[in-house]
């Protein structure tokens, strides 16, 4: 039996749904889990997510505008606090409407540069936490792809696709043998990599030659990943256990590192964000992002050209060696009775 959509798991995840950056004083209208939604700004400043349908008529509430704190719909100007209780209805302006004509409410909060929405109660107190890195950080997105979440993701953790989908930035042709590695268990089993190393032509922004580059990755969640980078020769690139001179508070620090947000809008449809956190402090915001915009603009096509767009947890893909990461990723999805953007 095909679950119903109020008994998705997916449903009590806390999902990405906008660079904080993006909201303004106009409600956006979004769609998650194929729910629409408006996100909107209080008062103090706080991201409201209700959905997006006025209780009096049906009409989208992203057709309205945010007036003195309130939201108000497009049609009959009914008003709506915070809270998705309606607190003015100008034809009755005396009524004091109930319970019954409230907008329905979704718990939102911030993280990494962007607005998080669940819309179900669960376990996790917030969006993935992140912890020691690097203190600057950029947002990178929205990219809006025609493909499932999970195919964007185990797209991030796969790197035996970097000779060829990023030649000359990530990898290159004569490097193309994928190093043994170990996948470990994370919190709540998600899939981690410790200890990666592979060669880059072009490792970040303000790379000028190729380096040996010591990757973590991280699932994070079922439609999060995180990447952290050690380019030898920094500061961060020192192997713990040796002698590092200078600041030690640094030699085991990251120098870089790409979190991946993929909001899923639809089974197929998937729009995606990167947190960027750099101890590079002379490239501008715009080459930071520059850089993860070409290389991201590598991987879409090839994203949107995958068949089927939902990823396989059944079979029906061959795997090789280098695919460990990728076959941990889809056993967790399984173990966490992921079934939206999967097949
Ligand atoms: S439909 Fe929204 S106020 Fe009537
Ligand atoms: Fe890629």
Redesign the pocket.
């Known amino acids: 039996m095909i679950p119903s959509i109020d008994a998705l798991p997916e449903r009590s995840l806390w999902h990405p749904v906008a660079a904080q950056a993006e909201l303004g004083a106009d409600p956006l209208a979004l769609t998650l889990l194929d729910q629409p939604l408006v996100l909107w700004q209080d008062a103090s400043g706080n991201a409201r997510a209700f959905a997006d349908r006025?209780?009096?008529?049906?009409?989208p509430?992203s057709m309205?505008r945010v007036h003195n704190g309130r939201l108000?719909?497009?049609?009959?100007?009914?008003q709506f606090g915070a809270d998705g209780r309606c607190v003015h209805?100008p034809a009755v302006p005396a009524f004091a409407p109930s319970s019954t004509h409230a907008a329905c409410a979704y718990e939102v909060r911030g993280a990494h540069g962007l607005w998080w929405v669940r819309l179900a109660s669960g376990a996790d107190e917030g969006p993935p936490a992140l912890a020691e890195l690097p203190p600057r950080w950029v947002v990178c997105g929205p990219y809006d792809v025609a493909t499932s979440a999970p195919r964007v993701v185990e797209n991030f953790l796969d790197t035996s696709h970097f000779g060829f989908v990023h030649e000359g930035w990530l990898g290159d042709r004569a490097h193309t043998a994928v190093p043994s590695y170990e996948v470990a268990a994370g919190p709540g089993g998600a899939p981690c990599v410790p200890h990666y190393r592979a060669w880059q032509p072009q490792a970040n922004a303000q790379a000028r030659e190729g380096a040996w580059v010591d990757y973590r990755y991280e699932v994070l969640s079922p439609y999060g990943a995180l990447l952290t980078k050690h380019v030898a020769g920094d500061a961060g690139g020192v192997p713990s256990g040796t002698e590092a001179g200078g600041e030690s508070g640094d030699v085991t620090a990251a120098q870089e590192a790409y979190a991946l947000w993929v909001c899923p809008v639809g089974a197929e449809a998937s729009r995606v964000w990167f947190t960027l956190f750099t101890r590079d402090g002379s490239s501008s915001d715009a080459s930071l992002r520059a850089f993860q915009h070409t290389i991201f603009t590598q991987d879409q096509p090839v994203l949107e050209s995958q068949r089927p767009r939902r990823l396989p947890l059944s079979g029906g893909e061959a795997h090789s060696a280098a695919d460990r990461l990728s076959a941990a990723y889809r056993r967790y999805l399984v173990a966490q009775r992921i079934t939206f953007g999967v097949c």
């Open positions: 006025c209780p009096h008529r049906g009409t509430l309205g108000e719909c497009a049609y009959h100007g009914w209805i």
